[in-house]
């Protein structure tokens, strides 16, 4: 079946460091892919998406693309806030009859942004 | 806000009780789904909907029912309830069941069973 695996955190940074949370993925098929974000106390948001191979979903200064090769779909951003302090997860869309469109998830990666 | 509504925004319980949560989709939206999220497992699919019709299930337990009402807002039913139930439960909305469909997550019903 399809599963997504991801960086376990918590990853600790500096105001303005770079982050990248790494992403890799199985399926069998051509799944769309999607980085959701998670603040304190609040339900999911999607930060970004991307539907096919070389996409690259972009949003609020993260970037990911999907790179088919490689089964990745890894989150970057080139200088983090406070308040991008969150867990984010990566998951994917696989569309097999039986199982609809649900989504999969990674275990999700705690990102602390000290000041 | 995703325009997704689920109440109540908290629930304690007892063990063998029974509960219902309810889920409000985005205005439009045809599909709803129910996720349930624990420290042990995670976040697992549970069940998909779409326009009143079950499209998908997924590591739902026998003890839980869901349906989708002909005004789209969906309920989740978990009876019998355990210790090990408790986990906040998101629901979600999209348009249709395309893979590429967004899936709008609303806040949760964080679900205690004491």
């Known amino acids: 079946g399809d599963s997504v695996t991801q960086m376990e955190g918590p990853v600790t940074l500096s105001e303005e460091a770079c982050l990248t949370i790494n992403c890799t993925y199985t399926a069998t098929g051509y799944p769309s892919l999607f980085w959701y974000v998670q603040y304190p106390g609040e339900g999911l948001q999607l930060l970004l998406k991307?539907?096919?191979?070389?996409d690259k979903g972009s949003n609020k200064g993260f970037e990911a693309t999907y790179r088919k090769e490689t089964t990745s779909f890894h989150l970057e951003k080139g200088s983090v806030q406070v308040s991008d302090s969150a867990v984010y997860f990566c998951a994917l869309s696989e569309g097999i009859k039986a199982a609809g469109n649900k989504l999969t998830f990674g275990g999700g990666t705690r990102v602390l942004v000290k000041p | 806000d995703s325009g997704v509504t689920q109440t109540p925004k908290h629930l304690i319980t007892a063990t063998g009780q029974r509960v219902t949560l309810r889920c409000s989709p985005r205005s439009g939206d045809l599909s709803v789904y129910w996720y349930q999220q624990s420290l042990d497992q995670g976040l697992q699919f549970l069940i998909q909907y779409y326009n009143g019709e079950e499209r998908a299930k997924g590591n739902i337990l026998e003890r839980f029912s869901a349906q989708q009402f002909p005004d789209l807002h969906s309920e989740l039913n978990l009876s019998s309830l355990e210790l090990g139930d408790s986990a906040l439960y998101f629901c979600?909305?999209?348009?249709?069941?395309?893979?590429?469909?967004?899936?709008?997550f609303g806040p949760g019903t964080r679900l205690t069973v004491l």
């Open positions: 979600a909305s999209s348009v249709a069941f395309q893979i590429t469909d967004t899936q709008y």
């Open positions: 991307a539907t096919k191979a070389d």
